[in-house]
């Protein structure tokens, strides 16, 4: 199985995030984040990982993206009930996990084994992240 090794780069000091792009490594620091060429340095950026995972279809309002580390996602469980996360990776599980605003981790296994949500079936929608809309993760 093959894994699309794609990144995006939030550039701290012009607030701004590059399109999603491959790492080309170039020999004084830098690198290429998008398809214009534009030069960004490590130093000034902090890289988000594409997850693999990819949004729902919300039709005009969200259309479907790619998910990275550091987006914040929305989510309904079986009851109607919304959630809003964090895209993290869990260290101790080794795995992607949702980070909601009540601090409790989703992953597969917590998805699995709650019983308010059927895995095959979380769908989210990405509503930002935590560089541009950090305000979204206070607790609703």
């Given at each position: 199985m093959n894994k699309e090794l794609k990144f995006r780069a939030y550039n701290k000091d012009?607030?701004?995030?590059?399109?999603?792009?491959y790492i080309n490594a170039l020999d004084d620091g830098g690198f290429e984040a998008n398809e214009h060429g534009d030069l960004w340095y490590i130093d000034d950026c902090d890289?988000?990982?594409?997850?693999?995972?990819?949004?729902?279809?919300?039709?005009?309002?969200?259309?479907?993206?790619?998910?990275?580390f550091g987006d914040i996602v929305e989510f309904y469980n079986t009851d109607g009930n919304r959630s809003?996360?964090?895209?993290?990776?869990?260290?101790?599980?080794h795995c992607i996990s949702f980070k909601r605003?009540?601090?409790?981790?989703?992953?597969?296994?917590?998805?699995?084994?709650?019983?308010y949500f059927?895995?095959?079936?979380?769908q989210f929608q990405i509503i930002g992240n935590i560089y541009q809309n950090s305000e979204l993760l206070n607790d609703n």
């Amino acid at each position: 199985m093959n894994k699309e090794l794609k990144f995006r780069a939030y550039n701290k000091d012009k607030n701004k995030m590059s399109a999603p792009f491959y790492i080309n490594a170039l020999d004084d620091g830098g690198f290429e984040a998008n398809e214009h060429g534009d030069l960004w340095y490590i130093d000034d950026c902090d890289i988000m990982q594409f997850t693999g995972l990819v949004s729902s279809d919300g039709g005009c309002h969200f259309p479907v993206q790619d998910a990275y580390f550091g987006d914040i996602v929305e989510f309904y469980n079986t009851d109607g009930n919304r959630s809003v996360a964090e895209i993290i990776w869990d260290d101790k599980l080794h795995c992607i996990s949702f980070k909601r605003t009540d601090g409790f981790l989703l992953n597969y296994e917590t998805i699995r084994n709650s019983g308010y949500f059927q895995p095959s079936n979380l769908q989210f929608q990405i509503i930002g992240n935590i560089y541009q809309n950090s305000e979204l993760l206070n607790d609703n």
